[in-house]
């Protein structure tokens, strides 16, 4: 039980276009996701935490323009990289909790390549 | 702020061998501490975490609030602990992470 996917596993798009990745809970009622982005030989680095129905809240230093989040149901949030740009690239990874106090379950990340 | 430091990049040990995997962390509050491992190609997974005080995989782990740290220990390494392991701090419902440590354990 408590698997995250996410779609696509890896995408490579033109600079100054829009991606959006997308994350699902299979099998169980995700209240919170959260979006990580991950440099290579680096650790996680949380960007943001969605609220199914509510407003995303981002960390200091990620632009909310650039990045929007939509969690409108409680098995799937969204990612949008707008306008992307090649310091974009990075391996973003999502994560649901819904079951018990901590416990996040990732889904296996989206590497995004901007060219 | 909130921290978790891990200072070791690379622990390479021997099958058989036992297996420290430093974690430190930065906390006013009264921390909730987890061990999360990923293997080669697969995601993230929790471990364990602190207020379980159980043994997964024969790792385990004590919180030391003087010493403010959570290292992971196993008696034996075996090959397949071979893995990317990370130490996290909750604090709201956030996780923050330490840099990770890669376990090598040579046959």
């Known amino acids: 039980g408590a698997v995250v996917s996410q779609h696509p596993s890896w995408v490579i798009c033109k600079s100054g276009t829009s991606v959006k990745i997308e994350c699902r809970s299979l099998d169980f009622q995700a209240t919170t996701m959260f979006w990580y982005r991950q440099f290579p030989k680096q650790s996680l680095m949380l960007m943001a935490t969605?609220?199914?129905?509510?407003?995303?809240?981002?960390e200091q230093g990620v632009e909310k323009d650039k990045f929007l989040i939509n969690h409108a149901s409680l098995t799937l949030s969204t990612l949008t990289v707008t306008s992307a740009h090649p310091e974009d690239s990075s391996f973003y990874i999502c994560s649901a909790s819904g079951q018990g106090k901590g416990e996040q379950y990732f889904g296996p990340g989206t590497r995004l390549t901007v060219t | 702020a909130q921290r978790v430091t891990q200072p070791e990049k690379l622990l390479s040990v021997f099958k058989g061998a036992p297996v420290e995997l430093k974690c430190n962390y930065s906390y006013s509050g009264s921390p909730e501490l987890f061990w999360y491992v990923q293997y080669s190609r697969q995601r993230l997974q929790l471990l364990l975490r602190?207020?379980s005080r159980e043994s997964i995989k024969g790792f385990t782990a004590d919180l030391n609030k003087g010493e403010t740290s959570f290292h992971l220990k196993k008696p034996f390494a075996q090959e397949e602990d071979s893995a990317m392991y990370y130490c996290?701090?909750?604090?709201?419902?956030?996780?923050?992470f330490g840099a990770g440590t890669i376990l090598r354990v040579k046959s």
């Open positions: 602190h207020i």
């Open positions: 969605s609220n199914e129905g509510s407003k995303a809240t981002y």
């Open positions: 996290a701090l909750e604090y709201g419902n956030k996780l923050v």
